[in-house]
């Protein structure tokens, strides 16, 4: 997954999450297992933004490669199906994935667009933006309307790297309340805890 929009969105959205992960936005629900998740509400949407933290024993570059993977990725990502690369041009890419829900909702499939940006410190940012209209729509499937993200990957030492997953999204169509309330707890609990299983495995 290497990818970052263009260069005034990317700055749009990093001044948007620089002022999101202020201490006082967030609200933690979840500190289990060596990770962290946080809620915070979003103007104008009735879906809470979500924040994961972790610390993984790993290199920066496994954790890389993992991610860098859009196909294995979908191993370790919350009720991914089925994930595929659609095209990649220097520090920016486009993924397609299809994910998991609960009878009688509709599967959610998305498109991303995805900007990675190398800081001096040796830390990744990645930048995440749905592009729902990047592909025409499928049959038997509800594309999630809006996704504005960010991955955070910042070395901590040799062998140690702290990951930050936030995101906010609009999946479209009707979720009923109880699926999404467990969706923003779920969703960056699972995803770093599957990523960090992988990191660490010998």
Aim: overall charge negative.
């Amino acid at each position: 997954m290497n990818a970052l929009p263009r260069m005034a969105v990317t700055i749009g959205l990093g001044l948007l999450f620089a002022a999101g992960v202020q201490a006082e936005d967030w609200k933690l629900v979840k500190d289990e297992s060596g990770i962290q998740v946080y809620l915070k509400e979003v103007v104008g949407s009735q879906y809470k933004a979500y924040r994961g933290v972790a610390t993984i024993a790993a290199s920066m570059a496994k954790v890389r490669a993992l991610q860098d993977d859009a196909g294995g990725a979908c191993a370790w990502i919350h009720e991914c199906n089925q994930q595929k690369l659609l095209k990649h041009e220097g520090a920016e890419s486009w993924t397609y994935t299809r994910f998991n829900t609960p009878w009688p909702v509709a599967p959610r499939d998305s498109v991303l667009h995805i900007t990675s940006r190398e800081e001096a410190d040796g830390s990744l940012t990645r930048v995440l933006q749905g592009v729902p209209e990047y592909l025409p729509e499928e049959d038997g499937f509800v594309r999630v309307s809006k996704v504005e993200g960010v991955w955070k990957l910042t070395p901590k030492g040799p062998g140690s790297v702290e990951v930050i997953y936030e995101v906010h999204s609009e999946p479209g169509g009707s979720v009923p309340s109880w699926l999404a309330n467990s969706f923003v707890v779920d969703a960056p609990f699972n995803t770093l805890e599957g990523l960090r299983q992988r990191a660490e495995k010998p």
